[in-house]
């Protein structure tokens, strides 16, 4: 093995600098498990007159979210690192904190639109991180999951009014 495969990874992106981004990518997946349980207890538990709209669109955010979980962990798997797995370790890396017992409209929305400024504030530092070790991948995955949660934020914020 030469010195350049050995301070590389299996894609040929460098091991150290892999590091630190797996690390960036395992606290937004913590985030990502808290909001998509946030999400969960949101559609169970809504209440009031918007129960219909707003238990279909939890449901929404929750199955993308689960989609985007995997992703994101597969990446970190991708860059020759594992992914946290266990709800104690989301819970200790996590800035989302997990929500009880909330069924008012109003305060579900904003909750969920906080719980994705955070994950939208990770993810363009993973981005920032990613364009630094020329991780096109990375970059391509954060894009995109960015750009589908500006979206849901101007639209649930036009929902509140």
Known sequence: ???????????????????????KLNKLLANYQLYYQNL???HWNIKGKNFFELHVKFEELYTEAQQQIDEIAERILTLGHQPL???????????IKEIKGVSK????????????NTLLEIERKVLDLAGEQEDEGTTDLISGLVSGQEKHVWMLTAWLG
């Open 105 to 116: 409209d109003e305060t579900a929305v904003k909750t969920v639109v906080a719980n994705l």
């Open 40 to 42: 969960r207890g949101f």
């Open 85 to 95: 797995h266990t709800f104690s370790d989301y819970l200790s890396v996590s800035d």
């Open 1 to 23: 093995m030469s010195k350049k495969e050995s301070k590389t990874n299996r894609i040929g992106l460098e091991t150290e600098k892999t590091e630190k981004l797996a690390k």
